[in-house]
């Protein structure tokens, strides 16, 4: 006998193995220490049946908890993927902004560039009422600045355009649009009247002259400014802006002109 039931004068045991699938999962122990003999084979067959149901709740119960933990891990799992998935989003979004600004942005004075202020002109064209929401266009070029490269160096012309630019940047309202049109032309968009625009160019104008750029001389710029209208389409409008930046050029330059239509 074990060493624990030596101890006992007296005592009935039964051991019923759970089984379930061939599988033992435990064991039903019952001991009687005050009669001999207390486990009869018609008790035995009704602990059998009550070990039978124990087998299938604990293998229930184990089906239950191994669906628990397949849930518990899938549900990690989508939380990571998911998680891995929007900062993957967030990535590209990042990406695609950064391409568009750097598809829409001149890398020398970092003001928008040419395609942007086309694309800009052409959507508001196509939705703007412009008796009710005025937009004008100013586009200004640098005086003699073929003669500024050729006297003072490329260099120098760069380091005029990049002020240029930051001038007129400070020179204008934050709901006008600067860009730079190409070479030393440069093109301001803004939402505002035809008279407000203009105080803009003179304003623009003013500031570029009082730069201390360059030895002995000043940079100024002529500036061309059209109202848009209704009918207008975007050549139409950059056209007659075109025509009074050229005018005010052929005038003698350094000067603002407005072409109305």
């Known amino acids: ?7 006992k004068e007296v005592i009935s045991v039964l051991c019923l193995p759970i089984v379930r699938q061939n599988k033992i999962s435990g064991v039903l122990y019952l001991e009687n220490t005050h009669t001999a003999d207390a486990f009869q084979l018609d008790r035995v067959q009704t602990l ?3 070990v039978s149901q124990a087998a299938i ?3 229930n119960a184990q089906m239950y908890q191994d ?35 750097l598809s829409t942005t001149d890398g020398l004075t970092q003001l928008y560039n040419r395609r942007y202020v086309e ?8 939705k703007r009422q412009f008796d009710l929401e005025p937009m004008s266009i100013l586009m200004l070029d640098v005086d003699h600045f073929k003669s500024i490269n050729d006297t003072f160096g ?22 006008d649009i600067p860009a730079r049109w190409g070479g030393e032309e440069f093109i301001v968009i803004c939402p505002t009247s035809i008279d407000a625009a203009i105080n803009n160019a003179q304003l623009i104008s003013n500031n570029i002259s009082n730069l ?16 848009c209208l209704q009918d207008d389409t975007i050549d139409n409008v950059l056209s007659r802006v075109d025509e009074a ?17």
């Open 119 to 126: 694309e800009y002109i052409n959507d508001n064209m196509q």
């Open 48 to 50: 059998e049946i009550i």
């Open 1 to 7: 006998r074990c060493p624990y039931l030596q101890d």
């Open 67 to 101: 669906l628990q933990d397949l849930n518990k891990n899938l549900e990690q799992l989508v939380n990571e993927r998911t998680k891995r998935l929007y900062q993957a989003n967030q990535q590209l979004e990042q990406t695609n902004q950064d391409l568009y600004t």
């Open 154 to 175: 490329h260099s120098k012309g760069d380091h005029v355009l990049v002020s240029v630019a930051k001038t007129i940047k400070q020179s204008i309202d934050v709901k």
């Open 245 to 261: 930046l050229y005018q005010a050029k052929n005038n003698g330059r350094n000067q603002v002109i407005l072409k109305k239509n």
């Open 57 to 59: 709740s604990l293998e």
């Open 212 to 227: 201390d750029l360059l030895e002995g001389a000043n940079v100024t710029v002529s500036i061309g400014v059209t109202p």
